[in-house]
């Protein structure tokens, strides 16, 4: 079974431009989770999709999005890049059950100069 | 709410030394407690998880954690430490009533020395 995979891996932006990631979650999962890790402030959730409806967010502003398509397919957005976005951005699959296990994306790395 | 506290940012110990790593949680309801480890430049792999089936729980690469009510712990171990082991180790705790968010703790960098 082929694993979660995230587009692109690394992306290079600059202030106020906005960036579209994509992830692709395991085949017959539901749920995708998107997190930002940063060294100052760790893993933190962003918000989760499951069905193509937001079912969990995070404390980020209005300008991260998601969305996910019919084929569980979840992209992300963040609109007017500012420079503490960058970060790598995480995505992670599963059933959506409270006890099933979260299979994490490579990540994709972005920098905002 | 609930929230996770993992005790040193940085661990070292010596190949073939137990590896101890310690993660308090706070939660108002019965957890689901999970481990994960991140190896440079790669997401996430999960290495055990509590689901309160079984106390002792038991995960890949020999590594086990110990669920403890009383003290709201759930540290991870290993009896004997390999050099493939360095890594960055999370711990995290989701709600047992709720759905997927999951809240992760700081990280434990996990250094080995020869």
């Known amino acids: 079974k082929a694993g979660v995979t995230q587009t692109p891996r690394y992306l290079i932006k600059t202030r106020g431009q906005q960036v579209t990631l994509s992830c692709s979650p395991i085949?017959?999962?539901?749920?995708v989770s998107w997190y930002q890790q940063t060294p100052g402030q760790g893993l933190q959730f962003l918000f989760e999709?499951?069905?193509?409806?937001?079912?969990n967010k995070g404390n980020f502003p209005g300008r991260f999005s998601g969305r996910q398509f019919s084929n569980s397919r979840s992209e992300m957005n963040v609109s007017t890049l500012e420079l503490g976005d960058s970060a790598l951005y995480l995505c992670?699959?599963?059933?959506?059950?409270?006890?099933?296990?979260?299979?994490f994306g490579p990540g994709t790395r972005l920098t905002v100069l | 709410a609930q929230s996770v506290t993992q005790l040193g940012s940085h661990v070292s110990v010596s190949e073939g030394a137990l590896v101890l790593l310690r993660c308090n949680y706070s939660?108002?309801?019965?957890?689901?407690l999970f481990w994960y480890v991140q190896y440079p430049n790669q997401g996430l792999q999960l290495l055990l998880k509590?689901?309160?089936?079984?106390?002792l729980v038991k995960g890949i690469n020999g590594f086990e954690a110990e669920f403890k009510k009383s003290e709201t712990s759930f540290h991870l171990t290993k009896p004997s430490a390999h050099m493939s082991d360095a890594a960055e180790y999370f711990c995290?705790?989701?709600?047992?009533?709720?759905?997927?968010?999951?809240?992760f703790g700081k990280g434990t960098r996990l250094h080995i020395l020869p």
């Open positions: 999709y499951f069905s193509e409806t937001q079912r």
């Open positions: 992670a699959s599963s059933s959506g059950q409270p006890s099933d296990t979260q299979y």
């Open positions: 939660s108002s309801v019965p957890p689901y």
């Open positions: 509590y689901t309160s089936a079984a106390t």
């Open positions: 995290a705790v989701s709600d047992q009533w709720r759905d997927d968010k999951i809240i």
């Open positions: 085949s017959g999962h539901r749920s």
